[in-house]
């Protein structure tokens, strides 16, 4: 497998690098403190068609693949993890159902205005009691005529303040498990849809997080993904690629994390010389780029193999399994690098890392990523 970047990657890395260093990097500490991303920086990613990549141009987007899509996440959390996040949320994880999944006519209504990111979408699937066995949601969907009738509690969903196309996870019969789960298109506006209060979180700041409501919510049966019973294929579909996008957030936020350490450490100085010089600390760096290289090519390779169309699942959630954890691994060393100074908000490694924790616990815990990959070795194990 060859990992050398075709010149519309490059285009595409230097474009997303070029503003992350020169426009959105200047604003991070701001975005963090305020919680909030200015309008234009929104817009100005949205000009430089970041939230299309990946996307099919008959659809409104700018093309290119899901290498593409993961090089431009790692790139927009190199600056400002928060920020980032709205595109991974919107277009990487909620569009999923529809581009994956949804007739032609749900493609043409909803992707272009997200592609273009004139509007977000959420990913409606997350319930108080409900988070790494979606078999379980709870939120239901009654069927009355032509349409469904649904009810519930939904939380941690990332865009849903601002979002303007919901793709909702709900059952149409409990009893089923996971054979009654139905995907569903909700749109900004409908009556019995309701968003909660901005949630308060360590990290990610700048992404707002908030609980969905619905009650006695209609929704026209032609905005099912797919058909009764796939909701699970549905959902599914889209976690297992935006898992890449996550190991690639990871993956930028440890690379920050890297670099800042590295040049703090040419020019801190201890015992009349730059603390570089001292072996515990170049230990420290070479084990700290070695294991962001390494997640780096897990990444890339479920990226590339999502992209050829072969299965990936088994690659995204290693990817998303060591990124993540190995961007906890750098963030913490980066910050003892610095020692003191990192425990301070002045210096930047104190965000990094915690932007860094989420990455373990969304789109599926580091624990269920090893249930997943070793029934899967099990399992392949055992048809030889």
Not at 131 to 140: C, D, I, K, Q, W
Not at 235 to 252: T, W
Not at 340 to 361: K, L, W
Request: net charge negative; aromatic share 8%; charged share 25%.
């Amino acid at each position: 497998m060859d990992f050398t970047l075709t010149e519309e990657q490059k285009m595409i890395q230097k474009t997303a690098r070029d503003f992350a260093r020169n426009e959105l990097m200047p604003l991070a500490a701001q975005i963090d403190k305020e919680d909030k991303v200015p309008p234009g920086i929104r817009k100005r990613m949205a000009d430089l068609g970041f939230f299309g990549v990946g996307i099919p141009k008959e659809y409104g987007g700018v093309g290119g693949d899901y290498l593409s899509r993961s090089i431009v996440a790692e790139e927009l959390c190199y600056a400002s993890a928060g920020t980032g996040l709205i595109i991974l949320a919107s277009t990487g994880l909620a569009l999923g159902p529809i581009l994956k999944f949804g007739t032609e006519e749900q493609k043409k209504r909803y992707v272009p205005a997200l592609a273009k990111g004139e509007k977000l979408a959420a990913f409606v699937e997350t319930e108080p009691d409900v988070g790494s066995n979606p078999a379980e949601v709870r939120t239901t969907a009654i069927k009355d005529g032509d349409e469904y009738i649904i009810n519930g509690n939904k939380v941690f969903i990332t865009n849903g303040d601002e979002a303007s196309v919901f793709t909702v996870l709900a059952t149409t019969d409990r009893s089923l498990g996971a054979r009654g789960l139905c995907m569903f298109i909700v749109e900004k506006g409908t009556p019995g849809l309701s968003i909660g209060p901005e949630l308060q979180k360590l990290g990610i700041h700048g992404s707002t997080q908030t609980d969905v409501y619905f009650n006695d919510c209609r929704v026209p049966a032609a905005n099912i993904i797919e058909k009764e019973g796939m909701g699970l294929k549905v959902a599914f579909g889209a976690i297992d690629s935006s898992r890449i996008e996550v190991a690639a957030q990871a993956i930028g936020i440890a690379q920050a994390a890297f670099d800042a350490a590295f040049d703090y450490a040419e020019q801190r100085m201890q015992f009349a010389r730059p603390i570089i010089k001292f072996q515990a600390i170049q230990w420290m760096l070479v084990d700290m780029l070695n294991a962001i290289e390494a997640a780096r090519l897990l990444t890339h390779k479920a990226a590339c193999l999502e992209d050829q169309k072969k299965p990936f699942f088994m690659e995204a959630a290693r990817a998303k399994l060591m990124a993540s954890e190995m961007s906890h691994m750098v963030t913490h060393k980066a910050i003892q690098i610095f020692g003191g100074n990192g425990y301070c908000t002045e210096y930047p490694v104190e965000r990094f890392m915690r932007d860094a924790r989420i990455t373990e616990i969304y789109e599926g815990t580091s624990e269920m990523q090893r249930l997943t990959l070793i029934r899967n070795m099990i399992d392949a194990r055992g048809k030889k």
